[in-house]
């Protein structure tokens, strides 16, 4: 299969599911990443400082723990960071429509709608309305996953996280791991859900959900048989 990660930041697909796209790959997918944002302008008074100081480096961060995890190729957008929600919605669906047609893929994972980053949630709005189901629409799958220190922190009771699918990433664990510890801008130290000590105790509580030593949790969107 031609499975296609949807990201808004550098290290979200990692943290939402670093092991899976690993197992993906071990067991003979192709896996792209599309990055929508730039990912650390809001850090700085401008996005010209954050692009002098750190962009770059994040940008080569990317790579290595794309190379890490085996997926074939990172596709870079440039949206400012913690700011989706100032750029028309339409530039966002076409910039998920021009690298999808480019991959055809069968599957797609992406944001959790309900998390509380802004960009988090404007992304699913832009997946979801890229991939509209078609006749000739390739897209069979859609998933969306928790980012730690996005989907747990957002408010109670208003669009919780259900996970209804669950991969078992024992085999790949480490390769997660591995690549969160890439990005070395964006890891934190414990008990910030950034961490890889956090990471680790997150894995093990899906893992004790449905039965397994470290597994990641997703919400099935939409499935598609035919």
């Known amino acids: 299969m031609k499975i296609l990660v949807i990201a808004a930041h550098p290290d979200d697909e990692v943290l939402g599911c670093g092991g899976t796209i690993a197992k993906s ?50 596709f870079f957008k440039d949206f400012p960071d913690n700011r989706f929600d100032t750029v028309p919605l339409l530039e966002l669906i076409k910039a998920v429509e021009e690298v999808k047609e480019k991959i055809k893929p069968d599957v797609i994972y992406t944001h959790h709608y309900g998390d509380l980053n ?27 996953f928790e980012v730690p220190s996005a989907t747990e922190w957002a408010a109670p009771g208003t669009h919780d996280f259900t996970p209804n699918v669950f991969t078992d990433i024992s085999e790949t664990f480490d390769k997660k791991i591995e690549a969160i510890r890439a990005y070395k801008s964006e890891v934190r130290e414990y008990p910030h859900p ?31 048989r035919r």
Do not use: M
Request: glycine share 8%; charged share 30%.
């Open 25 to 74: 790959v071990s067991e003979g997918d192709e896996v792209y990443c599309l990055i929508l944002g730039e990912g650390v302008s809001s850090r700085y008074k401008s996005r010209e400082l954050a692009k002098k100081k750190e962009y770059q480096g994040l940008k080569a961060d990317a790579k290595k723990a794309a190379r890490i995890l085996g997926i074939k190729k990172v």
């Open 194 to 224: 950034r961490s890889p000590k956090s990471l680790e105790i997150i894995g093990k509580r899906w893992g004790v959900v449905v039965g397994g030593r470290f597994v990641e949790p997703f919400s099935l969107i939409r499935l598609i």
């Open 118 to 144: 802004i960009d988090h949630q404007i992304t699913f709005k832009a997946v979801l309305t890229a991939c509209r189901p078609l006749p000739e629409e390739t897209v069979r799958e859609i998933y969306s």
